[in-house]
């Protein structure tokens, strides 16, 4: 997992509540068996015609969102299926950071397993961010995880909560299973103490 | 004395490895369910990093998402990726030891229909599966709830999952549902009251008259779509209902060791006197056969109601995303539910998929025909299932009527497999998602209990339920 300390990037704003996972990767781009060749298809049903063309009128098709590495959207972003193609396309697409007033419990667990870094803001930072995105194109946000600020440059200048334990991942790059497994005598003694025996 | 717990407490206490300060716990995992979408990438993580599976004898697979649902197709697959998802799963069970149920033996189905009729799903225990839809098993007063994929590989590799404590939420329905609605309806309208992020960071558990006098498989549509409002689970407290299920299925404890679990599973019950962080109480007395009329599941009205005007909108931003629904599901405000006419009508999946959802369906269509140029699909949850409603002559009285009788898997729910809608089409499901695009690009879909369906595949409109004509 690529660690994540300070990150300075383009912000695309997609002004909408509860974008669900079926949104950011729909069900027929489900079939690979990687975990690679799924940006292409993020947000393929806004992103593109029937036909395979570009929708004009979606952001990141602008040409002043195509390289954004930060993404900021409304409320109870990720919501839905499981699906962690949805981290895996929003990754590749090569977003970092999404910033929303909420997201869906296990898009954010997926998130944090994927090195993506998700915060969230109240809506009087959120509002003047996706405003800022519109208008100044493009828009640059410098995320801290360290110092746990945003700052921008035209004055904003907010700090944001994470779990310590999350920033202590992303921070590294760690991967959780390994942590897992330095547990495994604990593991080893659970199962011996509650007698899960085999089936 | 000790500090009265919820049942989610207990369940969750009994299982957790280690809860070091300021880190996730990490959970003991008694059941990992596994299907061919969301596991192949685990897999491969595994075989990288010289992983081995812990626990194959505490894992299971089926297929189900991708399946083609004619009888023809389901052996032969067309669609190559799909097929070759398919024989992965086969190969890393086969691999690791892991039990399959296969498309052909009896036992294959939707993950969280299989589970339960298999008896594998049991109270008290603590169940994943790379699905939103786990919250299914909780119905049986274990703790269940969907993965992402990463967290797949973290459960094979170490039986464990790392997880924050939830908070805690109770509603509780009182009364008794009138005649003609159901416990789709039910959890229709709490995420209506709650929203599709109500019961996020919580594990609901339902309680009450209604949920009391529910079956089995009722409890398990209403703890199914607990994860519609954004809850990382729901729970019902196991009772004499949940036991006589439990009786007799393959990996159900038996005999005296049956009596011996009960024991056990009767004291899983919130204690009186555990708190919860929220409680909620629904009046189920007053509930009515509901109908989503946009793109989330909180979305929805009785089907008596119009559509609402986003002027109504108790802010900017909920008007903005009334408009965009209208405009997607192609719908005026203020027309009527029963004036709204469906295209397709979509019966199965793991919130109404079992022989209780299709006997209710059928009892609707018995003696009628659906209506000219509406096409039906009637897929059971699995392959015992279908077994089952065939024995009771369901599928003739489906036939009958002129709906399609498919093979058994996810289907339309979300249409991984050939069942999707064209664009515009609209279509009433059975399922328990309305975002856009979800049953095919374009489509339309329009969340509704199984009797409401079948109402709807007559009629080739809405209409209430509880006005319907039965025929013998």
């Known amino acids: 997992m690529e660690p994540i300390r300070k990150h300075r990037g383009v912000v695309a704003p997609l002004h909408r509540e509860n974008i669900d996972t079926d949104q950011i990767i729909p069900k027929q781009h489900l079939k690979r068996i990687e975990r690679t060749g799924f940006g292409q298809f993020l947000f393929s049903d806004w992103r593109y015609h029937p036909d395979g063309s570009h929708r004009e009128d979606f952001v990141l098709n602008h040409e002043h969102f195509r390289n954004a590495t930060i993404l900021v959207a409304g409320k109870n972003f990720g919501c839905g299926s499981s699906r962690e193609h949805a981290a895996w396309a929003l990754g590749e697409f090569g977003f970092r950071v999404i910033l929303a007033p909420s997201f869906a419990d296990i898009f954010r667990n997926n998130a944090g397993n994927n090195g993506l870094l998700v915060i969230e803001l109240s809506d009087s930072v959120i509002e003047p961010i996706a405003e800022h995105a519109d208008k100044h194109r493009p828009y640059h946000l410098t995320v801290d995880l360290e110092q746990q600020t945003i700052i921008d440059d035209y004055g904003l200048s907010v700090t944001f909560e994470v779990e310590p334990y999350r920033r202590h991942r992303l921070l590294h790059g760690l991967d959780e299973i390994g942590m897992t497994l330095v547990h495994e005598a604990d593991i080893a003694r659970y199962e011996a103490q509650h007698q899960v025996a085999e089936r | ?472």
């Open chain 2, 1 to 472: 004395m000790q500090t009265p717990k919820t049942l989610f407490e207990k369940v969750w206490d009994s299982h957790v490895v280690r809860a070091p300060e300021g880190e996730p716990a990490l959970l003991y995992i008694d059941l990992h369910l596994v299907h061919e979408v969301t596991s192949p990438q685990a897999f491969e993580g595994l075989r990288l990093a010289n992983r081995k599976v812990r626990r194959p004898d505490l894992t299971f697979a089926t297929i189900d998402h991708n399946v083609p649902t004619t009888s023809d197709e389901r052996f032969q697959i067309k669609d190559q990726i799909a097929a070759q998802q398919i024989a992965t799963l086969r190969k890393n069970c086969e691999a690791s030891g892991i039990p399959l149920f296969d498309i052909g033996s009896g036992r294959q189905g939707i993950v969280h229909v299989i589970g339960p009729e298999l008896g594998l799903t049991q109270p008290g225990m603590t169940i994943v599966c790379g699905d939103s839809h786990t919250s299914t098993h909780g119905a049986f007063g274990a703790l269940a709830f969907g993965i992402g994929t990463s967290e797949v590989e973290q459960v094979l590799a170490t039986q464990c999952v790392s997880q924050k404590k939830p908070r805690s939420m109770r509603i509780s329905a009182t009364g008794k549902l009138p005649e003609g609605t159901t416990s789709k309806d039910l959890i229709l309208e709490i995420i209506r009251r709650l929203g599709t992020d109500g019961g996020t960071g919580y594990v609901i558990e339902y309680a009450g008259e209604v949920v009391r006098s529910l079956t089995m498989e009722e409890r398990m549509t209403m703890c199914n779509m607990s994860i519609e409002c954004g809850a990382r689970a729901g729970m019902i407290a196991p009772d004499d209902t949940t036991f006589a299920y439990m009786e007799g299925r393959p990996y159900a404890p038996k005999g005296s060791e049956l009596n011996k679990a009960v024991s056990l599973w009767r004291q899983l019950g919130s204690d009186d006197g555990a708190t919860f962080d929220r409680e909620i109480i629904i009046d189920g007395a007053t509930l009515e056969p509901i109908v989503t009329w946009g793109t989330n599941p909180g979305m929805s009205v009785p089907v008596t109601a119009s559509v609402p005007n986003p002027e109504d909108a108790r802010n900017p931003s909920e008007r903005a995303a009334m408009l965009s629904a209208l405009e997607y599901m192609g719908l005026k405000a203020g027309t009527r539910i029963e004036d709204v006419s469906v295209d397709r009508v979509f019966i199965g999946s793991c919130t109404n998929g079992r022989l209780e959802d299709l006997r209710a369906a059928a009892k609707v269509m018995r003696g009628h025909r659906v209506q000219p140029g509406v096409a039906v699909l009637v897929v059971p949850g699995s392959e015992a299932v279908k077994q089952a409603a065939e024995q009771e002559g369901l599928d003739r009285i489906f036939k009958e009527a002129g709906a399609q009788w498919r093979e058994p898997g996810c289907s339309m729910c979300l249409g991984m497999n050939p069942d999707i809608l064209a664009p515009k089409q609209r279509c009433a499901s059975t399922s328990n998602r309305n975002f856009e695009g979800r049953q095919g690009r374009g489509g339309r879909t329009h969340l509704v209990s199984p009797a409401t369906a079948a109402a709807a595949a007559v009629a080739g409109r809405f209409v209430d339920v509880r006005g319907w004509e039965y025929r013998k």
